[in-house]
């Protein structure tokens, strides 16, 4: 636990000041039919200080959390920002003033789980999918840890200490389809909190198991799909994926100053009217987010942003800085991973809200279309440009699910496509597993109903 050693520096705080404590402590498990792969703990932590001056920021970070450290990042980002001052001349006023306060989330279970515990788990589970699935070509089970304690004073804000702890099970099964090509599904399980909070009996997870092994031998046995643009159900963790990776990326205030497609789109219809989606920050529907956020790393009090209402673009994502430019206020979007990275403005918990339909109602309206289940890689840009690759899907036929596809992909215009959606199902799924990558890694939460819309698909 990181003793507070910042507060008694904020009494040489010369101007607009970021000061940042934080230990990101990660642990690690993995399981290759039945042969321990891995085996890793690790903690990295420091201090980190950041000024503004001018409209151009300093910044500084040291990797010995001491006084001494902390004097000297202040002074070195204090002189990177006067020089930066000088150089770039920019002679913008201060920031905009945010609310302020203290924020210390003291309910945090002490991380006391010895490493045996994870090897335990992982081994038992590894076992029991060898056990019980025999049609296997190979399995991997990894067990993963990620414990980020941040501490921040700041000249204007919310002074916060911070925890926020992700334990996740990823289990990857491949097989092997008549022809010899290699078909693989994935699944993770956890989310926030203790590793001990997820995990007690790895047969508990022996459903969802039976379920993932069952989709693996469907896809074994799957056909191609035909290409061209259809009419498809997008299963929520798709949706989820697609409110983050084409949507959520494009409204980042920052990349909206480096020419994103949303700059020019606010205030104008950019989906259907039944499409809504939130930024949230720490709660959503009366229940707690994937990875809650209480306060940003510039001292911002969370707050949820709504980006899109019935169809139509509301507001960006900001930071301190980026909302002085479009004369607003921050809602705590800027975030850094690590000690030594500077904040960005990042997604929190970003979600399609749910609709009125029925899944199984939502099925039985398509003739001929598919049902797409799973994502695996894919990628998107400033455009709103997307192509993402199908893991797991299933021909609807008749308004009838129908035989499994072969991996595939999806692609199109996100705000174009989003226009197409006719039903959005009443239920939401969240899913925490991931990393954001935008010059630095970020855990987010992301979720969404299913939704039918007519989008691009892949062929053979």
């Not at 792969?37 to 201090?47: D, F």
Request: aromatic share 8%.
């Amino acid at each position: 636990m990181l003793d507070n050693l910042l507060g008694a520096h904020k009494s040489v705080f010369t101007g607009y000041t970021e000061l940042r404590a934080q230990i990101n402590t990660t642990r690690n498990v993995s399981f290759l039919a039945g042969n321990m792969v891995g085996n890793s703990q690790s903690s990295e932590g420091g201090v980190s200080a950041r000024v503004y001056k001018g409209g151009t920021y300093g910044f500084a970070s040291g990797a010995e959390y001491s006084n001494d450290s902390i004097k000297n990042v202040l002074a070195a980002a204090g002189s990177n920002a006067a020089f930066m001052d000088k150089h770039v001349n920019k002679n913008l006023p201060p920031l905009p003033h945010v609310e302020g306060g203290k924020i210390e989330l003291t309910t945090r279970a002490e991380n006391n789980i010895p490493q045996s515990v994870l090897i335990d788990y992982t081994r038992t589970l590894d076992s029991l999918v060898a056990d019980r699935y025999k049609k296997l070509l190979s399995r991997t089970v990894v067990a993963n840890c990620l414990d980020i304690e941040k501490l921040l004073a700041v000249s204007d804000g919310a002074d916060s200490h911070f925890y926020q702890l992700r334990s996740m099970v990823y289990v990857i099964l491949t097989a092997e389809t008549d022809d010899g090509v290699p078909v693989e599904l994935f699944k993770p399980f956890g989310g926030f909190g203790q590793f001990d909070a997820h995990f007690t009996d790895p047969a508990l997870l022996t459903a969802e198991l039976d379920n993932l092994y069952d989709s693996l031998m469907h896809k074994r046995e799957g056909v191609y799909s035909k290409a061209g643009l259809c009419k498809c159900i997008m299963h929520p963790d798709l949706a989820g994926i697609l409110a983050h990776e084409a949507v959520g990326h494009t409204v980042e205030a920052d990349l909206v100053l480096g020419g994103s497609v949303a700059g020019h789109n606010l205030g104008k219809q950019v989906a259907s009217e039944l499409i809504s989606m939130v930024d949230f920050a720490h709660t959503a529907f009366g229940k707690p987010c994937p990875l809650p956020v209480y306060v940003d790393d510039e001292g911002t009090i969370a707050q949820d942003a709504v980006l899109i209402e019935k169809g139509i673009l509301k507001s960006f994502m900001h930071s301190k800085e980026s909302a002085q430019h479009f004369n607003t206020q921050p809602q705590g979007n800027a975030r850094a991973f690590k000690f030594s990275d500077e904040p960005l403005i990042r997604m929190r918990n970003t979600a399609i809200l749910p609709g009125t339909s029925k899944l199984d109602d939502m099925i039985a309206s398509i003739d001929d279309g598919y049902y797409l289940v799973k994502t695996g890689n894919g990628q998107a840009d400033t455009t709103g440009e997307f192509m993402f690759s199908i893991g797991l899907g299933y021909e609807i036929k008749n308004g009838k699910l129908g035989k499994a596809i072969r991996e595939t992909t999806i692609s199109g215009v996100a705000f174009e496509m989003l226009k197409t959606v006719d039903m959005v199902s009443d239920d939401m799924v969240w899913d925490c597993a991931g990393f954001c990558g935008k010059k630095q890694p970020m855990t987010v939460g992301m979720g969404g109903p299913a939704i039918r819309c007519d989008i691009n698909i892949g062929g053979r």
